[in-house]
């Protein structure tokens, strides 16, 4: 029903600067958390950031807070992460994800409140 198609990954130098899109069809976008995630080989998938339905409040994880950043344009459907100082420990695949109805919802969405997910998109940091 929902489809989130993630592009921008790529290769990048340490230190680079990187922008994910996840541009979002088939849903009601507006009513949506949204979130990013990603995971590296071995190992588990982990949160890195999530928004609330209109970019009222983000959720950034300790591991990445001061250099990346979420955002969202609903009027494109489209969640952005910003990726800064980036570091060769952040390759991974990363996975855009929607948990819908997050209208009245007062907390960052649990990973099993993400109803649906992206195909993923590499990111790949050299030293």
């Known amino acids: 029903q929902v489809q989130l198609v993630e592009s921008g990954g790529g290769l990048v130098q340490a230190g680079g600067s990187l922008r994910l899109s996840c541009a979002a069809s088939?849903?009601?976008?507006?009513?949506?958390?949204m979130g990013w995630f990603r995971q590296a080989p071995g190992e588990e998938r982990e949160f890195v950031a999530a928004i609330t339905w209109n970019g009222g409040r983000i959720y950034i994880a300790d591991s990445v807070k001061g250099r990346f950043t979420i955002s969202r344009d609903n009027a494109k459907n489209t969640v952005y992460l910003q990726m800064n100082s980036l570091k060769p420990e952040d390759t991974a695949v990363y996975y855009c994800?929607?948990?819908?109805?997050?209208?009245?919802?007062?907390?960052?969405?649990?990973?099993?409140?993400?109803?649906?997910w992206g195909q993923g998109t590499q990111v790949t940091v050299s030293s």
């Open positions: 994800a929607a948990s819908p109805n997050d209208r009245g919802r007062w907390r960052m969405p649990r990973k099993t409140e993400y109803d649906y």
């Open positions: 088939g849903g009601t976008f507006s009513s949506y958390a």
